[in-house]
């Protein structure tokens, strides 16, 4: 099986400490960019000089645009220290407030490192100018291999609240790769929360190799006749024309809703999900999503594990996270939370997409369709996810078309990863739940189908198993079914080719195995006198009427008689 960027594990699951690391002191390094402007290449070494970026990257209409440019870190950034709790909540402090990088259009490349200690708050709740929050306001290009920890964003009223860019521009491609959030975001009546927020344009838009820890708590009391859907999502973005893939969210995401009044001349609705709008292809949610507020909320609301409001499909996905809504709402609105989608629109596209039981009744919330049924094939509740079926069923890449705005394929293509998990000998899981291989191929392992009978009498379920020495059966199944009062064991067949004796196998692909009862040998062997060779042999077990091979060899003095 081929193996998809398993690099970015080194920054992802083990972020770079900044040892000797100076905490930002308020000013700004230009120097770095004025030396040598005509550079397409740069590296930023301190707080300063990150600071320096804000300053250049300024406006729109700013000549600094950075387009066709590359900008690293260097360093890891410490913008200020001890802004969150072990709790993730704010601890008190004088923290130096972060300016959002006002317009980016070229690549920023964290290389590994983390910013940390990013602190923006916007108080003015009453304020219409839909703020743009986040290490960058606007953005059009790519961000990757970044890292954003102990770090507190808070919006207010309309504002794209974000980690790393609020708001994407047109352009040839808009992508964020290989970047995480572990912080805090809160905001009053938000326009869109995420790790990404939203784009605009008419090209497709990128989020991949993404994840995040980060927690989401935000309020929503009023509305605007402007304002059209909020969205509130783990990972990120707004709208049908987003691609979603290798992400994950693992934040608890908290909302609390009491609207009194719908928007006038609007379709009222709230989207909140682990996830995302938009295409949504091998993503996973363990975060859980918790809405409370009033019982009369004059609002529609859909409630995702994956996706809040359905966009152009769900495609190898899956929710453990508990889905729970408290609030009610008014005549004629409605409250959609399902485990995988809130709302599904007429045309979403689903496909292989699991859910934990536990966490929701319902895989869909509502649907334009009429029926909220789960379809087999496509969403599918479990009781857990323990066994690696889950994992053997989603293992596999495969390949996404990417859509245009018109949510229909673009011709782009790209290759996504599939899941691995991690089970003992006895196939118990060590990862409770499947992982991306994208991201840890040491931690999640392939898994493998083996389906089993002994003297054609079928096992009835298959087990599944990593390419270890394992168990076939389990310890109590496996003594009830071999014959010691004739000293029979089992031998095992895959076709004709005998593959394993006893109860140990090391699966390297999916087989279909038969065993049949039958006197087994263990090889030993012995030099006499010790010390006189070595005698090795070609497998260390055989049935009764099978030919085995020796190969001696003798040490010097010695010769070999029999």
Known sequence: MKKIFTLLVLMMMAPWVGWGQEVWNGTADTKWYNDNPDAEEFTINTAEELAGLAELAGPHSSDVTFSGKTVKLGENIILNEGVLSAEKKLNEGNFREWTPISYF??????????????????????????????????????????GIVDSYIKGGFMDYVSAFFAYGDGGSTNIISRCYFDGLIEAVDPYCVGLVCMWSGSVFNVIESCYNFGKINVTMSKCNASMATPYINGIGG????????????????????????????????????????GLNVSCYNTGNITISGSNDNATNIAIGGISGLGGSGIHYCYNTGKISSSVGTTSGMLNGAGSIMGFTLTGAKLEKNYYLKESNESGIGFSLTGSTEDVTGQIEGVPDFSTGEIAWKMREPITVNLIGTNREPNGETVEVTGYGQQLTANGEAIDKTPVLLAFDENKG??????????????????????????????????????????????????????????????????????????????????????????????????????????????????????
């Open 105 to 146: 259009a070229g690549t920023f490349d964290g290389q590994g490192h983390t910013i940390s200690g990013l602190y923006i708050v916007e108080d003015d709740l009453g304020d219409e100018a839909q703020s743009r929050l986040g290490l960058f306001a606007r953005a059009v290009g790519k961000i990757e291999n970044t």
């Open 238 to 277: 707004s709208g049908a024309t987003h691609q979603v893939y290798n992400c994950y969210n693992a934040g608890d995401i908290n909302v609390t809703i009491n609207y009194t009044e719908a928007k006038p001349n609007t379709f009222s609705l709230i989207s909140i999900s682990g996830i995302g709008t």
């Open 445 to 562: 392992k392939e898994v493998y189908k083996l389906n089993l009978s002994v003297d054609d009498e079928k096992i009835p379920t298959p087990i599944y198993r990593n390419a270890i020495e394992s168990n076939l059966l389990p310890e109590e199944t496996y003594q009830d079914l071999i014959d010691e009062e004739n000293d029979l064991d089992l031998v095992w067949y895959k076709g004709d080719e005998i593959v394993a004796y006893g109860n140990t196998y090391t699966p390297t692909e999916d087989a279909t195995l038969t065993a049949k009862r039958e006197k087994v040998y263990n090889i030993k062997t012995k030099v006499d006198p010790e010390g006189a060779g070595t005698i090795t042999v070609n497998q260390p077990m055989a049935k009764e009427g099978e030919t085995i091979s020796f190969t001696v060899t003798t040490n010097e003095g010695y010769e070999f008689v029999s």
